[in-house]
């Protein structure tokens, strides 16, 4: 990786950091654990990670592939718990 | 074919943060999460053909497992046992970091040494690997509390700071060899255990009730791990999401602190309510003189009052009594009471853990009220009930200056004209301290299981 290439993934980093601060600081407590589970859905994104990895060579190919079994639990399993919760959360009829 | 892949990832990442952004309304968000699954959905099929149309079939096969597991989890897991459910996630993402990380590792090291592999690189993959360790090991440590299989107290042993310190000094050592020179395959090892051990030595003095604050900053160590991996594989859609979930994760972690008046640093370093035991009663405990009452008596004061808040704490969760809370609510409103609950920011053992019990029992959201907003009316309401709270309503946080919880807001029960604490026992709470609560002239207990006496108390009530 070149330097140049580093610092405009630093800029991302920082950026992306930010925004989330932004985004994240204003939800209301009721939503804490769905916003929890779901940006736990995302941090699986190593998933695209895991892909990547499963490409060639051998033992490398073999973590490769644990590490995108973990990633689309962590994935699937995340999103479909965080929707379920939402699901629940109704105003009075 | 490259520049459509990168502008598919573009996409996913605008999706990723309006997802997010969604997330902040109640009405909105179940819309967030289904975009932020799409989101994810758009970046793994543009994964997929950026690795060229011969995709190996292990691919499929590995996710059609790690998929069909999630969901069945999902679809099982008991809306008490979300905190367990989100650390093993959480768990899992980290350990994914791990094995990309030892992945790119393995084959820069081992398979294809005439690789060039520069410092940025190197280093990505050290961090990657030490910080997807710590959160597994740590989620998994967290799990096991949350579930009971280990001690949910803290459990402290001497030289457990100095330990924890000399372990991370070999993980920093190791990673300078593998730095050094890449071949260095044992120092990569070690290290990757060293972080395993790490992560189980920094949770296990974490005691219950600050387990909302070690869940938040877990969340944020896995959103931390899959933005190094974004530095391994210099992939920009890991990097923003990793820091949006690492930001998320700091945010809420602040929250949690801020809510007990405690430092992030003394809530790491543990052993909180620990020394003082928390076994039956305290010292002072025979001084306090407690009025009882039982179940008759309990539903004629609730069924002559006008006002009422119910205050939810991790014991409603153990007792899985937040379906017949919700049965009592329904009768008391139908007789014309005005019926409403407090949440404090860490009542149980995640953020915004009773909303989502009370949420799955149909109690609707906007009679969840927050601390600060409720706090002025307790005052003005005839009849409070505790239900399996305990610190967050100890007066002793703004009377006694020399107790544990000193300064941390609590909830101001005591200041209603009747408090009912439903408790099973006299046991002392999280911080192992009395609770002068108890003591007072205006607060009378209801001893016995949450779930037992409040059925029993409804059913009274529907009688009256």
Known sequence: MSIENFIFLLYILVLASYCGFELISKVPPTLHTPLMSGSNAISGITIVGAILCIQEGEYSKYMGMVALVFATINVVGGYAVTDRMLQMFKKKK | ?464
């Open chain 2, 1 to 464: 074919m490259n520049i459509f892949i990168q502008l598919t990832y573009l996409v996913a990442t605008i999706l990723f943060i309006v997802g997010i952004k969604k997330l902040n309304r109640t009405q909105e968000a179940r819309q967030g999460n289904m975009l932020s699954a799409f989101a994810m959905l758009l970046a793994v099929v543009a994964t997929l053909v950026k690795s060229g149309l011969v995709t190996p079939i292990e691919i499929f096969v590995c996710m059609l497992i790690g998929g069909a597991i999630g969901l069945i989890w999902a679809k099982k897991v008991e809306m008490t046992q979300m905190p367990e459910m989100v650390a093993i996630f959480n768990g899992f993402g980290g350990i994914a970091s791990l094995f990309v990380a030892f992945s790119d590792y393995w084959t820069r090291a081992v398979e294809q040494p005439s690789l060039s592999t520069d410092a940025i690189t190197i280093v990505s993959i050290l961090l990657s690997v030490l910080i997807g360790g710590i959160t597994f090991s740590g989620s998994m440590t967290a799990y096991g509390k949350l579930s009971g299989k280990i001690s949910g107290n803290a459990i402290v042993f001497k030289g457990q700071h100095l330990l924890n310190l000399v372990l991370f000094v070999v993980a920093i050592v190791c990673g300078m060899l593998v730095a050094i020179e890449t071949g260095s395959v044992m120092a990569m090892v070690v290290m990757g255990v060293v972080s395993l051990v790490l992560g189980i030595l920094v949770v296990i003095p974490i005691g219950g009730a600050d387990m909302p604050v070690v869940i938040s900053l877990l969340n944020s160590y896995s959103g931390m791990a899959a933005c190094t991996t974004g530095f391994v594989l210099n992939n920009s859609v890991l990097i923003v999401t990793g820091a949006l979930v690492g930001a998320s994760g700091i945010i809420l972690t602040q929250i949690m602190c801020k809510a007990m008046n405690r430092s992030l640093v003394s809530v790491l370093l543990g052993g909180f309510g620990a020394k003082s035991g928390s076994g039956e009663g305290g010292p002072s405990g025979s001084e306090m003189v407690i009025k009882e009452v039982g179940v008759e008596e309990a539903a004629m004061i609730f069924d002559s009052s006008s006002s009422v808040i119910i205050v939810p704490g991790y014991g409603m969760a153990v007792a899985q009594a937040q379906h017949v809370v919700r049965e009592m609510m329904d009768l008391l409103q139908a007789k014309g009471v005005n019926v409403r609950f407090a949440i404090h920011p860490v009542a149980g053992r995640m953020p915004g853990h009773m909303n989502v019990l009370l949420a799955e029992s149909n109690v609707p959201y906007d009679k969840l009220i927050e601390m600060d907003q409720i706090n002025d009316d307790f005052a003005n309401t005839d009849v409070v009930l505790v239900v399996g709270a305990n610190d967050v309503v100890n007066p002793a946080a703004r009377t006694n200056p020399a107790s544990p919880i000193y300064e941390m807001p609590i909830l101001n029960v005591d200041k209603a004209r009747t408090v009912i604490v439903s408790k099973r026992s006299m046991a002392a709470g999280y911080a192992g301290i009395e609770n002068e609560l108890f003591g007072y002239p205006n607060c009378l207990m209801l001893f016995g299981d949450a779930k037992s006496t409040l059925t029993k108390m409804v059913g009274e009530l529907k009688e009256l």
